[in-house]
């Protein structure tokens, strides 16, 4: 019994030493997988609840965000993305689009989200309840100036922020945002 025992323990021991550790770098272009899950804590937000269409037929706000899960800009950005959801929930419709699924192939109209990317990440959409947009920009931006081009479009009081941490590391993000 005790020589099954040690041989269980030793073929235990060897497994454990021969698995080599998973990583997810946050300033690396490479794919680590689902950037809401492993850098946002929010694995929800893709693939999104509604589309672009869903959202003009049904008269609300639409905010695009255009990603992709390989880009270190991407990785950083997603935590406001996150904020957006956690401050706005229901009352607008947030899109995260990878925009793999849009290169290469033609627009088909308005509600089509390929009308509005410019072929920059990340870049933050916000289209009012009418179609009109309101807020087009690329890059990091902050999430201040997303949240007052929501309330402008949706004509609610913007909610109070957070700060976010966009170069933390993505075990550390989720304690990042603090109310002021």
Request: charged share 15%; net charge negative.
């Amino acid at each position: 019994m005790t020589s099954l025992l040690c041989l269980l323990l030793s073929t235990f021991a060897a497994l454990l030493l021969g698995v080599s550790p998973a990583g997810a770098v946050l300033n690396s272009d490479s794919y680590d997988g689902n950037i809401y899950a492993l850098y946002a804590g929010n694995g929800s937000l893709v693939p999104s609840v509604n589309t672009l269409d869903d959202a003009m037929e049904a008269g609300r706000t639409a905010v695009i965000v255009y990603y992709l899960d390989d880009s270190a800009v991407s990785k950083r950005f997603a935590p406001v993305v996150s904020e957006l959801q956690r401050l706005w929930g229901r009352g607008i419709d947030l899109i995260p689009l990878t925009t793999d699924r849009l290169q290469g192939r033609a627009t088909t109209g308005v509600s089509d989200p390929l009308t509005y990317w410019h072929g920059l990440i990340p870049q933050v959409v916000v289209i009012r309840p009418d179609g009109q947009v309101v807020f087009d920009r690329e890059g990091q931006v902050p999430l201040a100036a997303i949240n007052e081009a929501i309330s402008s479009a949706t004509g609610l009081p913007a909610p109070n922020l957070g700060e976010i941490n966009q170069e933390g590391s993505f075990n550390e993000v989720n304690i990042e945002v603090t109310a002021h």
